[in-house]
Nanobody
Framework: QVQLAESGGGLVQPGGSLRLSCTAS????????MGWYRQAPGKEREFVAG???????YYAASVKGRFVISRDNAKNTVWLQMSNRKVEDTAVYYC????????WGQGTQVTVSS
């Protein structure tokens, strides 16, 4: 059974930092692309960051330079380190994984507010 379990969401002030974690099970993590998407209220889900099995990373323009995605294949875990948070980063963040990014977590709420 495939599972993606996100954690680390919460409330952070503008300019602050937060790290999300996603632990995967039920598929070959080391062979899988992993990524993060987000969905803000009233908006469509959008891509945030991704990391290939070879550790190549790529980012949405809106987060490049502020967010860092990383993975540890021994722990079946991917992280999203978010720095210099902005109010517009408020959203539910979803972990996704698989050769075609076809597995999804339940999401974790991140709120940026003063």
């Amino acid at each position: 059974q495939v599972q993606l379990a996100e954690s680390g969401g919460g409330l952070v002030q503008p300019g602050g930092s937060l790290r999300l974690s996603c632990t995967a099970s039920g598929f070959s993590f080391s062979d899988a692309k992993m990524g993060w998407y987000r969905q803000a209220p009233g908006k469509e889900r959008e891509f945030v960051a991704g990391i290939h099995p070879n550790f190549h990373t790529y980012y949405a323009a809106s987060v490049k330079g502020r967010f860092v995605i990383s993975r540890d294949n021994a722990k079946n875990t991917v992280w999203l380190q978010m720095s210099n948070r902005k109010v517009e980063d408020t959203a539910v963040y979803y972990c996704t994984g698989g050769k075609l990014l076809d597995y999804w977590g339940q999401g974790t709420q991140v709120t940026v507010s003063s």
